[in-house]
């Protein structure tokens, strides 16, 4: 299985982006996915998933209200849309796939990780 995510790059404060994660080596409709984040010299931290279905999602509390995540299983495809971007979303987004349909914040939960892609924003 692999992750591969996209869609980052270097947006003004107040900005959007729409982050991709496209799985292929496997289908992930019965598994949760989630995105990540890390800055520079900070730990890996949970940012927003969904479940299986794409029933259940759950936001990190500082990106709650700015940020949806959505799944399209026909494309085995994850999105992650940002609004209202500030400097302190600034790090490289992670799309994570856990293997069996509950969601997690833990980043050892997750079974496969994509390499990564860049979100900075300028104030």
């Known amino acids: 299985v692999q992750l591969q995510a996209s869609g980052g790059g270097l947006v003004q404060a107040g900005g959007s982006l729409r982050l991709s994660c496209v799985v292929s080596?496997?289908?992930?409709?019965?598994?949760?996915m989630a995105w990540f984040r890390q800055a520079p010299g900070q730990e890996r931290e949970f940012v927003a998933g969904?479940?299986?279905?794409?029933?259940?999602?759950y936001y990190a509390d500082s990106v709650k209200g700015r940020s949806t995540i959505s799944r399209d299983n026909a494309k085995n495809t994850m999105f992650l849309q940002m609004n209202s971007l500030k400097p302190e979303d600034t790090a490289v987004y992670y799309c994570?796939?856990?293997?069996?349909?509950?969601?997690?914040?833990?980043?050892?939960?997750?079974?496969?990780w994509g390499q990564g892609t860049q979100v900075t924003v300028s104030s």
């Open positions: 969904l479940s299986a279905s794409g029933g259940m999602t």
């Open positions: 994570a796939v856990r293997k069996g349909g509950t969601l997690y914040t833990n980043t050892w939960m997750y079974d496969y």
């Open positions: 080596g496997g289908t992930f409709s019965s598994d949760a």
